[in-house]
């Protein structure tokens, strides 16, 4: 019997959302657990704030029994985003491209900030972009812990510390994130990269 009491209950499914602090906490202050947030994370994908400062978690704006609602809805929403990219396993929208000059027996490295809008992308995932015949291997992923990360201070952050201590091995569905390329090829803002 599922004990809706317990603070940690997850208030959709009564599982428990091992959640530490209130990273996962809903609009009515109930808690959701990780495979409830999987299932609905298509609906509610990491946005920015309107000048780029802030990631916003838009799940956190709703509530359990809407939630609770969505399932379907998130389903038939993941079945029309599939056909609309072909089927393809992901589909990424592009937020901001970058490229950083290499240093000695460094790469160039091309940086393609955004979101995963279904599907999870991992490292040396192959992917192309939709409408062109580009197609390259993610060679890096970076972690978002520092948002708008090619403006502001934020840019030096990247550059000066490199890849190295933000390495990441997925954006998972949902997720804003960078991907990284050694070999350059043609991708702008607003492109959606496919996982092939
Ligand atoms: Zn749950």
């Given at each position: ?23 996962n ?6 808690r959701?657990?990780?495979?409830c ?5 298509v ?13 916003i ?10 939630m ?6 998130a ?7 599939m056909?609309?990219?072909?089927y ?9 491209v ?24 991992a490292?040396?995932?192959?992917v192309k ?14 972690k ?7 403006s ?13 201590d ?5 954006v ?10 050694k ?8 492109d ?5």
């Open positions: 019997m599922t004990d809706y009491t317990d603070h940690t209950a997850c208030g959709i499914c009564g599982g428990n959302t091992r959640s530490s602090g209130t990273q906490l809903l609009a009515d202050g109930s959701i657990c990780c495979n947030l999987d299932r609905t994370i609906l509610y994908p990491e946005e920015y704030s309107e000048d780029g400062s802030r990631i978690q838009t799940y956190r704006m709703v509530t359990a029994a809407q609770k609602a969505s399932f379907v809805k389903h038939q929403h993941r079945e029309e985003l056909e609309r990219y072909g393809a396993s992901g589909a990424f929208e592009v937020r901001e970058k490229r950083l000059k290499g240093g000695f027996f460094e790469p160039e490295l091309l940086n393609v900030f955004g979101r995963a809008l279904y599907g999870r992308f490292l040396f995932d192959t972009v939709m409408g062109r015949p580009v197609a390259s291997r993610i060679d890096a992923i970076s978002n812990s520092f948002v708008r990360p090619f502001g201070k934020n840019a030096s952050v990247l550059k000066e510390e490199g890849i190295r933000h390495v990441r091995t997925a998972d569905e949902g997720k804003a994130g960078i991907l990284i390329f070999k350059n090829f043609d991708i702008r803002p607003g959606i990269l496919l996982k092939l």
